[in-house]
């Protein structure tokens, strides 16, 4: 899969859990013939100059609701975002099989955008990727 390239980034928006924000990111139409697809990027708080950062990855069948674990990093002084991978949580749209992918390696493309994002929203912090079980793949 090739992701089209972000075409002016959408403003952050409130996201379900409080204190948090999202923004989504497009990823153009699915191999797999399920529609559109998309990712979403969640922040804690607002934007933040950061040195470091981390990005969370889920496992298979999850998604990001840890706000204790985004508690943790931003703790230690880390801007923490979150994805939601296509066709996964806040990512999932109506007609799209949860979770279903037949290439790991069509996650590769928004995991680069999301970092451009976190690049962009933080003016550059090192990003340490946290993979959680399957995300660690």
Do not use: N
Request: hydrophobic fraction near 35%; proline fraction near 7%.
């Amino acid at each position: 899969m090739t992701p089209q390239e972000p075409q002016g980034q959408p403003e952050w928006q409130p996201d379900v859990l409080p204190g948090y924000w999202q923004q989504t990111i497009a990823l153009g139409p699915d191999p797999d013939g399920e529609g559109d697809l998309v990712a979403t990027v969640v922040r804690r708080g607002p934007q933040v100059r950061a040195e470091h950062a981390v990005l969370v990855v889920h496992g298979y069948t999850d998604y990001f609701f840890h706000t204790e674990l985004a508690d943790h990093f931003a703790a230690r002084g880390m801007a923490f975002y979150a994805i939601d991978l296509h066709k996964c949580g806040r990512s999932r749209r109506p007609g799209q099989t949860p979770h279903f992918t037949t290439d790991l390696a069509s996650y590769y493309g928004e995991l680069r955008q999301a970092l451009q994002l976190i690049a962009a929203d933080t003016t550059g912090a090192r990003v340490c990727l946290y993979g959680h079980s399957a995300g660690g793949l």
